[in-house]
């Protein structure tokens, strides 16, 4: 065949490009080719060109031959360059297409950069993925295949954006391209692919699920697992899986299990809690929300509990470590169990043997429990257990005191016991600065005064807080109207609190309370620190932000010796703002004229 | 007024960066000032910017379909993000208030408007055969200068490539590749940037990190393209510098390949120019060029006319990139008064100076449906004519009706109504999927007696022409499946 000839012929072609002409000339292998060549070439004028030209390139002397062989490859090329074959074998077939709605309506500069993001490693890609979510430009046919790959990238936040943001919204048209990418023995992108299948197509995608809780691997099967949970027909799949080897996929069938709550799944929770499976099952079983699991295990604690009182050596640590597993496993359902419960919560923490060193986490949470039953005896009991033990509980019967208490009796009961160094004192601030915490929290967005509400302590905590030199509780207790304790604080203030953090603190209570140097202090405040200040407290700036325009020099002269520059820009900022301020608004409380300057900021 | 929309001001921002930052200056509110005259042709604003003085910006629609952007920041970026935020700021809803036409804006308009008489003017005479604007002059000794230089660096370039084949590929090493490299930037010296570039072009392959074969077989080709260039080029140079009087060659992109840039002027004095054309763009990508240093937007267009298929390509070289405008896909109908038709083959380049655009419709969908040539014989015999001559493009652009895509076991193939098939292959343009992943997502309806635009190749090794699909056209849209 002639064509055949002219591939022999190119391949001798370049064969001497890459040996060089200089090795043309009476070549062999080129010379065989010929005489076909000239045959062909009586009938066919291309031929005959070639033939000339192989003729030219093989006698020609070395020096010729580099033109003499682009003359002939030239030539050779554009004939080959006609013979172009455009069939393949074998007979077309017809397909179906998934038929994909979404448009290819994105452009270069919208597309371009979104891919970029999706296929490379760096910073910044997160950032283009909210952008791309900002303007819809994800919602692309050609985005699609790709959002699909980068839920397999390790930075783990960008696969959460895309699986909770981005794919729910392509909805059902991604089922064909994440059913096209996901491996059933693949990794944690897989199980993503997994969930997302079963999000957007429910149970049309169970049998896939199916397939992956029996043999994926294991991010795909306890991605599958979780899914099977909703399914009660499922259940004997689950208890198989709950003996699996591997113990990720166990506990992910506890937590089906769970939910699914059902007697069986019952039966093989609680069979779990006393086997070595114990650790993983705690939080499922805390989750689950059939009270007979719990009640089960209160009376397997009950049983535990005598077991420790009967025994010695390693049974009696097995004991303590099992109670302590029981135990945990009630956390955060006490007052459903609350009847069962109080009687053995009552018997352990009022029995002498159990207070040891060696139980001395599961009192702890024994304890907790006890307040979590929310039960009028057990509170009682609580505060009972004030003086027992060496005080040990004085921080729960605190809490239950809190609770039971009038503030006057409460301050009458403990204000004693807050003095000194002892470890009950100070299991009593503990405690007293959980409560005061609970009700001081607040934060930027959320404004919540620093102080805790006034009629539910006794008043003469604050004293009884100053004698004792707590200043973090000195400021909590202090309101609007306290003048009595502007002293101490100005005293802490001037005597530099700076290890302990607090002067914010007492700024703003001095503030609150309308001390008259308060501005004055807060000025030497800040300028004590200027040289180490590399962030500028929050809470401090609506108390610049509400300085006289008498204080403009002086904070420009503190901004100015700032080291760090962000503050000194946060600095100027509020001081432009000071100085552009109508004069009204500067005399008033801070809050106006900041929440006038925030909104300017932002 | 004409209406901002936010794809309107996206197209007017230089790049991708531009676009986000203009915003960004709405969501952060940095317009200190927004105002709007009561005609609404002026939107101007203060804008703080990093200074103490804010910026003052302001963009002018008194030419609607052309506005005037002004700006007193020191970006080199033009429209600058400013000006752009203003835009944004007035497409997002923001409130501007009214104000008086400011005076500097009122001078400058005034200005503005003497120009164009003058123009208009002096445009008017020249109609009336008054003050004809003279024929461009050439040098002719300058230009016979240039030439013989011109040759001079031919023979240089013939000699290194002769000396290359005698030697052989197989004897190539790194030495020898960092001779090739310089005496290509001596080339710089001999006023064929485009002849300098294929040569760079050819190192470039030869550097490359691949297969040894794949690369000779790249290389050889690319070594008869410059061999086919030297010796035309030659003969073209000798017969003009022989007789500079003869026109400048318009049959092929010969001049172009050597490296001439054409003015738009050359080209409407030599009669290149296609009046009241509509053109409709059925792909775009921007690629970078490493042998030429430069960005190139390039973009593929069909005639709604005639059905031709012509190109557009933005260059931006790196040195200048930052200040130049990055061209994006255009969904819309360009109407244009000249367009400017480039020497080449099959797909010509194209420019024109002022489009109109307007949304594309259904009717210009079935326009190109009808346009499309239903005979692959036909294509494959205009295609396979082209791509023989050395110095053709290797890869044209062609517009197709197919019957139906199908396949053969994992390779799709286009079929037309004779049953004649095109192998689609995806590795010709770097496309955002490959064509393989994307092709089964696409309806039934996109699959059959439908329009497409493809892109052709001969690959040496296999001896097989196949196409790579760029885009698809339905009777109600357009699937690109490139930008």
């Not at chain 2, 040569?199 to 077989?217: C, M, N, S, T």
């Not at chain 2, 396979?384 to 396949?407: C, G, H, T, W, Y």
Request: hydrophobic share 40%.
């Amino acid at each position: 065949m002639s064509v055949d000839l002219l591939l022999n012929l190119q391949q001798e072609v370049s064969r001497l490009f890459v040996a060089g002409s200089a090795m043309a000339e009476g070549d062999l292998r080129l010379d065989k080719l010929l005489p076909q060549l000239k045959r062909l070439g009586d009938s066919a004028p291309v031929f005959k060109r070639l033939a000339e030209a192989t003729e030219g390139l093989l006698t020609s002397p070395r020096d010729e031959s580099p033109a003499k062989l682009l003359e002939l490859a030239t030539l050779l090329s554009a004939v080959l360059h006609t013979q172009g074959k455009t069939d393949l074998p074998g007979e077309p077939q017809a397909f179906e297409g998934f038929g994909i709605a979404l448009s290819t309506g994105d452009s270069f500069r919208k597309l371009q950069p979104l891919l970029e993001a999706l296929t490379s490693k760096g910073p910044g890609r997160l950032e283009q993925l909210r952008q791309a979510y900002e303007d819809r430009s994800f919602l692309d046919l050609r985005a699609l295949p790709s959002l699909g790959r980068g839920l397999d990238d390790s930075y783990s936040e960008i696969p959460d954006f895309i699986q909770d943001k981005l794919f729910p919204e392509v909805g059902a048209d991604a089922a064909p391209v994440l059913r096209g990418q996901l491996n059933l023995q693949g990794g944690k992108g897989d199980a993503r692919r997994l969930q997302l299948l079963y999000q957007l197509r429910g149970e049309a995608a169970l049998e896939t699920v199916l397939e992956a809780a029996n043999s994926g691997s294991v991010e795909p099967k306890v991605a599958a697992i979780g899914i099977l949970g909703a399914f009660a027909e499922q259940e004997p799949l689950i208890l198989d899986l709950s003996r699996e080897k591997r113990k990720e996929v166990r506990q992910a069938a506890f937590f089906a299990l769970a939910r699914l709550g059902s007697e069986q799944a019952v039966d093989r929770l609680f069979e779990a809690v006393s086997s070595k499976d114990r650790e993983l099952v705690v939080e499922p079983a805390r989750q689950c929300s059939s009270r007979s699991l719990q009640l089960r295990i209160v009376a397997h604690a009950a049983d535990v509990f005598d077991r420790y009182l009967s025994s010695e050596g390693s049974m009696r640590t097995e004991a303590v470590q099992q109670l302590h597993i029981n135990l945990r496993c009630l956390e955060g359902s006490g007052n459903k169990v609350a009847a069962t419960a109080f009687p053995l919560l009552q018997r352990m923490l009022s029995s002498k043997a159990f207070i040891t060193t060696e139980t001395e986490a599961v009192q702890e949470i024994a304890a907790e429990l006890l307040l979590e039953l929310n039960l009028y005896e057990a509170d009682h009991f609580a505060l009972e257990l004030q003086h027992e033990h060496k005080n040990k509980f004085i921080g729960f019967s605190f809490r239950s005191a809190y609770k039971l208490l009038t503030p006057a009796e409460l301050f009458h009961r403990f204000a004693g016991e807050l003095k000194g160094r002892s470890a009950s004192a100070r299991e009593l601030q503990r405690a007293l600065r959980g409560i005061v915490s609970g009700q001081l929290k607040s934060d930027e967005d959320e404004w919540r005064e620093p102080f805790v509400p006034e009629q539910a302590w006794d008043p003469r905590w604050r004293q009884l807080f100053v004698e004792l030199d707590l200043v973090d509780l000195v400021c909590a207790f202090t309101a609007y109207s306290d003048h009595g304790v502007s002293n101490y604080l100005a005293s802490k203030l001037a005597a530099g609190v700076r290890k302990e953090g607090n002067e914010a603190e007492i700024l703003l209570a001095l503030h609150r309370i309308g001390y008259k140097y308060a501005q004055d202090l807060l000025m030497t405040v800040l300028e004590k620190e200027s040289r180490y200040m590399y962030v500028l407290d929050w809470r401090l700036k609506p108390l610049i932000a509400a300085l006289p325009k008498s204080y403009i020099e002086r904070l420009r002269q503190f901004a100015a010796g700032l080291a760090y520059e962000s503050v000194r820009n946060e600095v100027t900022a509020i001081v432009e703002a000071i100085e552009a301020a109508p004069d009204h608004t500067s005399e008033e409380s801070g809050t106006g004229i900041w929440g006038w300057i925030k909104n300017k900021m932002s | 007024m004409i209406a901002i929309t936010e794809v309107y001001i996206d197209s007017l921002a230089p790049n991708a960066g531009a676009m986000k930052n203009g915003r960004d200056l709405v969501k952060k509110n940095s317009f200190a000032l927004l105002c709007v005259t009561d005609d609404g042709t002026l939107l101007f604003g203060d804008c703080k910017g990093s200074g103490s003085e804010p910026y003052r910006c302001s963009v002018d629609f008194v030419q609607e379909d052309n506005p005037v952007f002004r700006c007193s920041c020191p970006s080199r970026q033009f429209p600058c993000k400013h000006t752009l935020g203003i835009l944004y700021a007035y497409a997002l809803g923001k409130t501007f208030v009214k104000a008086e036409l400011p005076q500097d804006i009122a001078d400058k308009r005034e200005k503005a408007e003497k120009r164009e008489e003058k123009k208009k003017e002096a445009a008017a005479a020249e109609a009336n055969g008054e003050g004809t604007k003279p024929k461009r002059k050439v040098n002719k000794s300058a230009l016979i200068k240039k030439m013989t230089a011109q040759l001079e660096g031919l023979s240089l370039l013939e000699k290194l490539i002769l000396q290359l084949v005698h030697n052989g590929l197989g004897s190539l090493d790194k030495k020898t590749i960092q001779l090739v490299e310089d005496q290509a930037k001596q080339l710089g010296n001999y006023y064929i940037p485009g002849a300098q570039a294929s040569l760079r072009e050819l190192v470039l392959v030869l550097q490359a990190e691949a297969d040894k074969e794949k690369i000779h077989a790249i290389a050889i080709q690319q070594l008869i393209g410059l061999h086919a260039l030297v010796k035309k080029g030659r003969s073209y140079l000798e017969q003009r510098a022989s007789d500079p009087d003869l026109p400048m060659d318009t049959e092929s992109a010969l001049e172009e390949q050597l490296g001439h840039a054409w003015q738009l002027a050359e080209l409407k004095e030599l009669g290149r120019v296609k009046p009241e054309t509509e053109l409709l763009q059925l792909s775009f990508l921007s690629y970078i060029d490493q042998a030429r240093g430069e960005y190139v937007d390039a973009g593929w267009w069909a005639d709604l006319r005639d059905g031709a298929i012509y190109v557009t390509r933005n260059l931006r070289p790196f040195r200048a990139a930052k200040s130049m405008k990055e061209e994006d896909t255009v969904h819309g109908v360009a109407g244009c008064e000249e367009l400017f038709v480039y020497p080449g083959d099959l797909n010509a380049r194209v420019r024109w100076e002022r489009g109109r655009y307007r949304e594309v419709a259904e009717s210009d969908f079935a326009q190109v449906r009808t346009l499309a040539n239903g005979s692959f014989t036909d294509v494959l015999k205009r295609v396979k004519n082209s791509i023989k001559n050395p110095l053709s493009d290797k890869n044209p652009v062609m517009l197709v009706a197919f019957q139906a895509i199908e396949r053969i076991g994992d390779t799709f193939v286009l079929k037309d109504a004779q049953g004649k098939q095109l192998v689609v292959v995806a590795n010709i343009l770097p496309a955002p999927q490959p064509v393989q992943t994307m092709i089964p997502l696409l309806q039934s309806d996109d699959l059959n007696d439908q329009a497409a635009l493809v892109m052709f190749e001969h690959d040496m090794e296999s001896g097989r022409l196949a196409v790579q699909l760029l885009s698809i056209i339905t009777g109600s849209r357009m699937i690109r499946l490139l930008y």
